[in-house]
C-alpha cells in the first residue's frame, strides 16, 4: 500500500519527469512507477507519459504528419519517443564534432616588423650633404653663359675712367688718359658720352672743316 501511494503521489506531481535523462532511463522509470500505482487506463497512460517528456520530443510526437500515434495507444508513444531521442543523439553527435573541427579560412598572424634603430650623429662632426647638378644629356648642349665673364668682373662706380674720382666724368678730367688701358666696358661708356657730348654741344658753321672727311 505504501509502495502505491507514493507511485500515485510521484506521477501526480513532477519529480518523474524526464528533464536531462535519455528516452530510456525516463521510460523505464515511468513503467516502473505505473506498475506500482496500478494505472491501466491507456489514455492516463499516454496523457502522464506525454506530460512528462522533453517539451521539443513531445511537440513533434504530436506534429506528426503522418503515423502518429494515437492518444489511446500508449506502446506507439513509446517507441516513437525513443526514435526522435536516438535521432537528436546522433545530431548532437555530429554538431559536436562539426565543432571541434574548423572549417572556417585560417587565421592570418601579422607580423610586425623589427624597430628601426636611430643613430645618433655627433654634433662634432657635422653632416655634409653635397647636392650635384644632373650630368647633361648627350642631346643637348651645356648652354653657355655668356655674362658669366661680366658678373664676376666687379665695376668701379660711374665716374671718371682716367683718374677714378667720381666727381666728374672722363671728359672733364685734367688729366691725360690712355685709352688702351681702359677695358671694354669702360670704352664703349666713354664713347657713348663722348657722342652724347657732341649731339648736346652745337657747332658753328665757321668751325666745320671745309672739307669732310671719313671717320675710321
Known amino acids: 500500500m505504501n509502495a502505491e501511494?507514493?507511485?500515485?503521489?510521484?506521477?501526480?506531481?513532477?519529480?518523474?519527469y524526464q528533464g536531462g535523462r535519455t528516452v530510456d532511463d525516463y521510460l523505464d522509470n515511468f513503467q516502473t512507477l505505473v506498475s506500482d500505482a496500478g494505472y491501466t487506463d491507456p489514455r492516463t497512460l499516454v496523457v502522464k507519459f506525454r506530460r512528462g517528456l522533453k517539451l521539443g520530443i513531445q511537440n513533434?510526437?504530436?506534429?506528426?504528419?503522418?503515423?502518429?500515434?494515437?492518444?489511446?495507444?500508449?506502446?506507439?508513444?513509446?517507441?516513437?519517443?525513443?526514435?526522435?531521442?536516438?535521432?537528436?543523439?546522433?545530431?548532437?553527435?555530429?554538431?559536436?564534432?562539426?565543432?571541434?573541427?574548423?572549417?572556417?579560412?585560417?587565421?592570418?598572424?601579422?607580423?610586425?616588423?623589427?624597430?628601426?634603430?636611430?643613430?645618433?650623429l655627433s654634433p662634432a662632426l657635422p653632416l655634409l650633404v653635397t647636392l650635384k647638378p644632373p650630368p647633361p644629356t648627350p642631346s643637348m648642349g651645356v648652354p653657355m653663359d655668356i655674362d658669366a665673364t661680366r658678373k664676376t668682373r666687379s665695376l668701379p662706380p660711374r665716374g671718371c675712367y682716367r683718374c677714378g674720382d667720381a666727381n666728374h666724368l672722363v671728359r672733364g678730367c685734367p688729366h691725360c688718359m690712355d685709352v688702351r688701358l681702359l677695358t671694354s666696358e669702360q670704352r664703349e661708356e666713354l664713347f657713348e658720352d663722348l657722342l652724347a657730348l657732341k649731339d648736346?654741344?652745337?657747332?658753328?658753321?665757321?668751325?666745320?672743316?671745309?672739307?669732310?672727311?671719313?671717320?675710321?
Open 200 to 216: 648736346a654741344v652745337p657747332i658753328e658753321e665757321s668751325c666745320l672743316p671745309e672739307e669732310e672727311e671719313d671717320f675710321a
Open 5 to 16: 501511494v507514493d507511485a500515485i503521489n510521484t506521477l501526480e506531481g513532477t519529480s518523474y
Open 60 to 120: 513533434q510526437i504530436a506534429t506528426m504528419p503522418y503515423r502518429r500515434p494515437a492518444d489511446t495507444d500508449p506502446d506507439a508513444w513509446y517507441r516513437a519517443a525513443r526514435r526522435i531521442d536516438q535521432a537528436c543523439l546522433a545530431n548532437e553527435a555530429f554538431q559536436s564534432v562539426s565543432r571541434s573541427t574548423p572549417s572556417g579560412p585560417a587565421k592570418t598572424v601579422s607580423i610586425r616588423p623589427p624597430p628601426m634603430s636611430v643613430v645618433r
